[in-house]
Protein backbone atom coordinates (compact mmCIF):
# COMPACT_ATOMS: atom_id res chain seq x y z
CA UNK A 1 0.00 0.00 0.00
CA UNK A 2 0.91 3.54 -1.26
CA UNK A 3 0.13 6.66 1.12
CA UNK A 4 0.68 10.17 0.29
CA UNK A 5 0.82 12.11 3.85
CA UNK A 6 0.31 15.88 4.29
CA UNK A 7 -0.70 18.21 6.78
CA UNK A 8 -1.20 21.97 7.04
CA UNK A 9 0.57 22.69 10.34
CA UNK A 10 4.11 22.20 8.37
CA UNK A 11 6.70 19.98 7.68
CA UNK A 12 7.99 19.96 11.42
CA UNK A 13 4.60 19.47 13.03
CA UNK A 14 4.51 16.67 15.31
CA UNK A 15 1.20 15.55 14.40
CA UNK A 16 2.51 14.49 10.83
CA UNK A 17 5.38 13.12 12.25
CA UNK A 18 3.50 10.97 15.04
CA UNK A 19 1.04 9.91 12.04
CA UNK A 20 3.86 9.19 9.48
CA UNK A 21 5.05 6.45 12.17
CA UNK A 22 1.94 4.70 12.61
CA UNK A 23 1.13 4.87 8.70
CA UNK A 24 4.06 3.11 8.17
CA UNK A 25 3.05 0.01 10.00
CA UNK A 26 0.37 -0.53 6.56
CA UNK A 27 2.47 0.23 3.79
CA UNK A 28 5.49 2.75 2.37
CA UNK A 29 4.29 6.59 3.14
CA UNK A 30 5.23 9.73 1.17
CA UNK A 31 5.22 13.01 2.81
CA UNK A 32 4.53 16.19 0.99
CA UNK A 33 3.72 19.16 3.30
CA UNK A 34 4.29 22.75 3.40
CA UNK A 35 7.17 24.54 4.44
CA UNK A 36 5.31 26.38 7.03
CA UNK A 37 2.10 26.56 9.12
CA UNK A 38 -0.52 27.27 6.29
CA UNK A 39 -3.57 26.35 8.57
CA UNK A 40 -7.13 27.99 7.49
CA UNK A 41 -5.86 28.12 3.80
CA UNK A 42 -8.69 26.09 2.61
CA UNK A 43 -8.05 24.91 -1.13
CA UNK A 44 -6.05 27.74 -2.37
CA UNK A 45 -3.59 26.75 -4.75
CA UNK A 46 -0.60 29.12 -5.71
CA UNK A 47 -0.63 30.56 -9.22
CA UNK A 48 0.93 33.74 -8.94
CA UNK A 49 4.64 32.35 -8.47
CA UNK A 50 6.79 28.93 -8.77
CA UNK A 51 6.95 26.70 -5.87
CA UNK A 52 10.12 25.14 -4.54
CA UNK A 53 10.30 21.59 -3.74
CA UNK A 54 12.73 20.43 -0.85
CA UNK A 55 13.91 17.57 1.10
CA UNK A 56 14.04 17.07 5.08
CA UNK A 57 17.15 15.57 6.71
CA UNK A 58 14.42 12.82 7.22
CA UNK A 59 13.18 12.23 3.66
CA UNK A 60 10.41 14.56 4.05
CA UNK A 61 9.47 17.11 1.10
CA UNK A 62 8.46 20.58 1.74
CA UNK A 63 6.82 23.04 -0.32
CA UNK A 64 6.81 26.75 0.08
CA UNK A 65 2.88 26.85 -1.05
CA UNK A 66 -0.52 25.90 0.33
CA UNK A 67 -1.48 22.32 1.65
CA UNK A 68 -3.15 21.99 -1.98
CA UNK A 69 -0.29 23.14 -3.71
CA UNK A 70 1.76 20.09 -1.95
CA UNK A 71 -0.78 17.18 -2.81
CA UNK A 72 -1.69 18.81 -6.45
CA UNK A 73 2.35 19.05 -6.87
CA UNK A 74 2.83 15.26 -5.49
CA UNK A 75 -0.21 14.10 -8.23
CA UNK A 76 0.56 15.66 -11.11
CA UNK A 77 4.33 15.10 -11.82
CA UNK A 78 6.27 15.16 -8.22
CA UNK A 79 5.81 11.45 -7.51
CA UNK A 80 6.28 8.08 -10.11
CA UNK A 81 3.38 6.39 -8.90
CA UNK A 82 -0.53 6.83 -7.85
CA UNK A 83 -0.55 6.89 -3.79
CA UNK A 84 -3.46 4.03 -2.66
CA UNK A 85 -4.42 7.07 -0.12
CA UNK A 86 -4.45 10.60 0.66
CA UNK A 87 -4.34 11.54 4.16
CA UNK A 88 -3.91 14.84 5.80
CA UNK A 89 -2.91 15.26 9.25
CA UNK A 90 -2.94 15.07 12.16
CA UNK A 91 -3.86 18.77 12.58
CA UNK A 92 -3.73 20.53 15.77
CA UNK A 93 -6.84 21.68 16.92
CA UNK A 94 -10.42 20.20 15.66
CA UNK A 95 -12.28 20.95 12.00
CA UNK A 96 -15.75 20.87 12.31
CA UNK A 97 -18.57 21.54 11.53
CA UNK A 98 -18.05 25.32 9.24
CA UNK A 99 -14.68 24.81 10.09
CA UNK A 100 -14.15 22.05 7.01
CA UNK A 101 -14.43 25.14 4.73
CA UNK A 102 -11.31 26.83 5.67
CA UNK A 103 -8.97 23.88 7.13
CA UNK A 104 -6.44 23.15 5.03
CA UNK A 105 -5.98 19.84 6.56
CA UNK A 106 -9.59 19.16 4.81
CA UNK A 107 -8.28 20.73 1.64
CA UNK A 108 -4.80 18.10 1.28
CA UNK A 109 -7.17 15.60 1.62
CA UNK A 110 -9.86 17.11 -0.75
CA UNK A 111 -7.28 17.51 -3.62
CA UNK A 112 -6.68 13.84 -2.95
CA UNK A 113 -10.37 12.95 -3.66
CA UNK A 114 -10.57 15.39 -6.66
CA UNK A 115 -8.43 13.39 -8.11
CA UNK A 116 -10.11 10.19 -7.92
CA UNK A 117 -8.42 8.92 -4.55
CA UNK A 118 -9.62 7.86 -1.01
CA UNK A 119 -9.04 10.59 0.95
CA UNK A 120 -8.82 11.26 5.08
CA UNK A 121 -8.00 13.87 7.03
CA UNK A 122 -7.36 13.35 10.62
CA UNK A 123 -7.71 16.56 13.44
CA UNK A 124 -7.29 16.03 17.24
CA UNK A 125 -9.78 18.06 18.48
CA UNK A 126 -7.82 20.12 21.10
CA UNK A 127 -4.66 22.10 20.77
CA UNK A 128 -1.50 21.38 22.49
CA UNK A 129 -0.91 17.17 21.07
CA UNK A 130 -2.18 15.86 24.33
CA UNK A 131 -2.70 12.34 23.52
CA UNK A 132 -1.77 12.62 19.93
CA UNK A 133 -1.69 8.75 20.20
CA UNK A 134 -5.20 8.32 20.58
CA UNK A 135 -5.90 10.23 17.49
CA UNK A 136 -2.66 8.53 15.41
CA UNK A 137 -4.41 4.80 16.25
CA UNK A 138 -7.52 5.44 15.34
CA UNK A 139 -6.97 6.84 12.26
CA UNK A 140 -4.29 4.39 11.33
CA UNK A 141 -7.23 1.75 11.93
CA UNK A 142 -9.50 4.02 9.50
CA UNK A 143 -7.16 3.81 6.90
CA UNK A 144 -6.49 0.34 6.57
CA UNK A 145 -10.31 -0.50 6.81
CA UNK A 146 -10.49 1.74 3.91
CA UNK A 147 -7.55 -0.06 2.31
CA UNK A 148 -8.92 -3.70 3.17
CA UNK A 149 -12.16 -2.72 2.03
CA UNK A 150 -11.95 -0.10 -1.07
CA UNK A 151 -14.74 1.64 -2.26
CA UNK A 152 -16.27 2.03 -5.48
CA UNK A 153 -15.53 5.33 -6.11
CA UNK A 154 -13.56 7.72 -4.11
CA UNK A 155 -14.70 8.81 -0.44
CA UNK A 156 -13.61 11.87 1.33
CA UNK A 157 -13.35 11.44 5.34
CA UNK A 158 -12.92 13.71 8.11
CA UNK A 159 -11.76 12.13 11.57
CA UNK A 160 -12.06 14.24 14.58
CA UNK A 161 -10.30 12.84 17.83
CA UNK A 162 -11.02 14.05 21.47
CA UNK A 163 -7.92 14.56 23.62
CA UNK A 164 -8.39 11.18 25.62
CA UNK A 165 -6.06 8.70 26.44
CA UNK A 166 -7.02 5.13 24.81
CA UNK A 167 -8.80 3.77 27.03
CA UNK A 168 -11.38 6.43 27.69
CA UNK A 169 -12.19 6.94 24.13
CA UNK A 170 -16.05 5.76 23.85
CA UNK A 171 -15.34 4.60 20.37
CA UNK A 172 -16.14 5.94 16.97
CA UNK A 173 -19.39 7.79 15.28
CA UNK A 174 -20.22 7.99 11.97
CA UNK A 175 -21.43 11.41 11.67
CA UNK A 176 -22.57 14.24 9.62
CA UNK A 177 -21.46 18.05 10.11
CA UNK A 178 -22.68 20.58 12.60
CA UNK A 179 -22.91 24.11 12.59
CA UNK A 180 -21.21 26.81 14.37
CA UNK A 181 -22.25 30.39 15.31
CA UNK A 182 -20.58 33.16 13.39
CA UNK A 183 -17.38 33.65 14.46
CA UNK A 184 -16.33 36.31 17.08
CA UNK A 185 -15.22 39.77 16.34
CA UNK A 186 -12.00 40.79 14.86
CA UNK A 187 -9.80 42.63 17.27
CA UNK A 188 -8.22 45.54 16.20
CA UNK A 189 -4.70 46.90 17.53
CA UNK A 190 -2.36 50.02 16.46
CA UNK A 191 0.88 48.94 15.18
CA UNK A 192 3.72 50.68 15.95
CA UNK A 193 2.90 53.54 13.60
CA UNK A 194 -0.76 53.93 15.08
CA UNK A 195 -1.95 52.24 12.12
CA UNK A 196 -5.35 50.01 12.75
CA UNK A 197 -4.20 46.11 12.00
CA UNK A 198 -7.27 43.35 12.35
CA UNK A 199 -6.96 39.73 13.88
CA UNK A 200 -9.96 37.56 12.73
CA UNK A 201 -11.94 36.67 15.70
CA UNK A 202 -11.99 33.37 17.35
CA UNK A 203 -14.55 30.39 15.94
CA UNK A 204 -17.86 30.74 17.70
CA UNK A 205 -19.76 28.31 19.60
CA UNK A 206 -21.63 25.17 18.44
CA UNK A 207 -25.57 26.17 16.85
CA UNK A 208 -25.84 22.81 15.10
CA UNK A 209 -24.63 20.11 18.46
CA UNK A 210 -27.41 17.62 17.70
CA UNK A 211 -27.54 14.12 18.04
CA UNK A 212 -25.66 12.99 14.77
CA UNK A 213 -23.41 15.65 14.36
CA UNK A 214 -19.65 15.75 14.77
CA UNK A 215 -19.91 18.53 17.88
CA UNK A 216 -22.32 16.37 19.46
CA UNK A 217 -20.21 13.26 18.96
CA UNK A 218 -17.33 14.90 20.79
CA UNK A 219 -18.80 16.26 22.89
CA UNK A 220 -20.02 12.77 24.17
CA UNK A 221 -16.45 11.25 23.90
CA UNK A 222 -16.49 9.50 20.74
CA UNK A 223 -14.04 10.19 17.59
CA UNK A 224 -16.31 11.71 14.36
CA UNK A 225 -16.17 10.24 11.21
CA UNK A 226 -17.87 11.91 8.93
CA UNK A 227 -18.43 11.57 5.20
CA UNK A 228 -17.75 14.71 3.01
CA UNK A 229 -18.74 15.52 -0.45
CA UNK A 230 -17.93 18.79 -2.76
CA UNK A 231 -20.98 19.22 -4.78
CA UNK A 232 -22.38 22.73 -3.65
CA UNK A 233 -25.41 22.94 -5.45
CA UNK A 234 -28.55 24.04 -3.48
CA UNK A 235 -31.10 21.31 -5.23
CA UNK A 236 -34.11 22.20 -3.08
CA UNK A 237 -33.78 25.78 -5.12
CA UNK A 238 -33.59 24.30 -8.41
CA UNK A 239 -36.91 24.15 -9.61
CA UNK A 240 -38.25 27.63 -7.99
CA UNK A 241 -35.47 29.08 -9.42
CA UNK A 242 -35.76 27.94 -13.25
CA UNK A 243 -39.62 29.04 -12.39
CA UNK A 244 -38.37 32.99 -11.27
CA UNK A 245 -36.02 33.27 -13.66
CA UNK A 246 -37.27 31.49 -17.07
CA UNK A 247 -38.26 34.97 -18.73
CA UNK A 248 -34.35 36.33 -18.58
CA UNK A 249 -33.47 34.42 -21.72
CA UNK A 250 -31.51 36.47 -24.48
CA UNK A 251 -32.45 39.91 -24.98
Given at each position: ?R?L ?15 Y ?7 E?T ?9 A?S?A?TL????SV?S ?5 L?VNG????C?H ?5 L????P ?6 VNNG??LG?D???SG????AT???L??L?A ?5 V?K?W ?8 L ?6 Q????PP??PV?F????PN??R????G????R?GKR??SQP????R?PR ?9 AG???DDQ?G ?6 A ?9 Q?DLT ?5 E??R?R ?6 G
Amino acid sequence: MRILLANDDGYLAPGLHALYAGLRRLGEVTVVAPEQNASAASNALTLNRPLSVLSADNGFLYVNGTPSDCVHIALTGLLDFRPDLVVSGVNNGANLGDDTIYSGTVAAATEGYLFGLPALAVSLVQKGWAHLDTAVDLAVRVAQQVAEQPPQSPVLFNLNVPNLPRDQLRGLQVTRLGKRHPSQPVVMQRNPRNEPVYWIGSAGDALDDQPGTDFHAIAQGYAALTPLQLDLTHYRLLEDCRKRFAALGPG
